[in-house]
């Protein structure tokens, strides 16, 4: 294998259950992470989460600080755009059933954009693209939307959700991981066939590798961690959530109800099973240690590293809006990654890796897919 092309992808996006404050949860973290990759000339691409922005848009007529939040939210996605960072799709269809009490916003009970009747999901994708589209066009003229990441890692039941995404000009599609199955919210990719390379789905079923299409499916990295480094970073976790409780009430004038609290609609997500290695996950960075995202990339290099393959992309799934707290460590990491894999990785953003890169690494067939394995 002569290189890894890294692809650091951000959910950016508020809290599931739609707490959070664009300022605190988005533009803070997000510009601590472009500082640091502009410090060591690495790429990014952030996967924004439209649905939240044209919710918070249709109720900010009613309250100043949805005012506010909606007008930061649009300079924040601009601001990346002129730092020189790839901006694309990423949605959470909870939000269109979401209602605004005044103070607080109630979302809706579907985490999964496929389990969404196809005229909504058309009617969510296309005023999306609009959307960052006529933001960023006139921030960079030759602006595209063309890489999607699912919210909650929902695509299933998944064929008309794919025509309509390859109807909109999606060539790049992320959410897929080997062993992720999150029954509450209708995922199960644990019959995948391709976890490794980019493949063309079969439609009718993701987790099957198809003939060549529109869209290429780039698989999220699995990692599972040995018991010692599982243990480390459960303990690690468990000392945040009970040092570092996230203060809603800073946001609000009253305090936020349980029941906004406790929603979530991965809930279901199974994490654990028996055996050395009990959690399988995928390759990302918000709230760990920095042992453990050391541990976690070097491990991924170094299974990727048998493959006699020119590149292999592998994604970097990070969430900036757990970042709090946590700086020093992505820091760390990300210098580590920079100065230890030097001449080993490449960093790469979605946009240009479409532009350069995704016909030569791509999977067309099955059969050329299993050779690797």
């Not at 979401?98 to 916003?105: N, P, S």
């Amino acid at each position: 294998m002569k290189k890894l092309i890294l692809l650091i992808e951000d959910d950016f996006e508020l809290m599931g259950n739609g707490l959070g404050n664009v300022a605190y949860h988005q533009y803070i973290p997000g510009n601590f992470l472009m500082n640091v990759a502009e410090a060591i000339d690495i790429k990014l691409t952030f996967m924004v989460d439209v649905a939240q922005q044209l919710v918070v848009r249709q109720y900010s007529h009613k309250n100043a600080n949805l005012k506010f939040q909606e007008k930061l939210w649009d300079e924040t996605i601009q601001l990346i755009k002129r730092r020189g960072f790839d901006v694309q799709l990423h949605l959470h269809p909870q939000w269109l059933d979401a209602k605004f009490d005044g103070t607080h916003f109630k979302l809706g009970n579907n985490w999964n954009l496929g389990r969404t009747p196809r005229p909504q999901q058309t009617k969510l994708i296309e005023d999306s693209i609009a959307y960052l589209t006529d933001l960023l066009k006139p921030v960079d003229p030759n602006y595209k939307v063309h890489a999607y990441k699912a919210g909650s890692w929902g695509m299933q039941p998944s064929e008309d959700l794919f025509n309509c995404l390859a109807d909109n000009g999606i060539k790049v599609v992320m959410g897929v991981r080997k062993g992720m199955k999150i029954d509450s919210a209708g995922v199960d990719y644990t019959s995948l066939e391709e976890p490794v390379f980019p493949y063309f789905p079969n439609y009718k079923d993701i987790n099957k590798v198809g003939q060549q299409g529109d869209i290429s499916i780039i698989p999220l990295c699995y990692y599972a961690p040995n018991l010692f480094t599982f243990g480390q970073l459960a303990f690690n976790l468990s000392l945040r959530k009970i040092f570092s409780k996230p203060d809603y009430n800073i946001f609000y004038n009253k305090k936020v109800p349980k029941e906004i609290q406790s929603v979530n609609g991965i809930k279901g997500k199974q994490l654990l099973k028996l055996g050395f290695r009990p959690y399988l996950t995928q390759l990302k960075m918000s709230n760990e240690p920095f042992s453990y995202l050391k541990k976690s990339f070097d491990a991924v290099y170094n299974r990727l590293s048998r493959y006699d393959v020119d590149h292999i992309p592998v994604v970097l799934e990070s969430h900036t809006k757990h970042y709090i707290g946590n700086y020093h460590n992505i820091e760390r990491f990300l210098n580590y990654i920079a100065n230890r894999y030097h001449d080993k990785v490449e960093f790469s953003d979605l946009t240009t890796y479409i532009n350069s890169h995704l016909q030569d690494t791509q999977i067309k067939s099955n059969e050329t897919a299993n050779a690797y394995h």
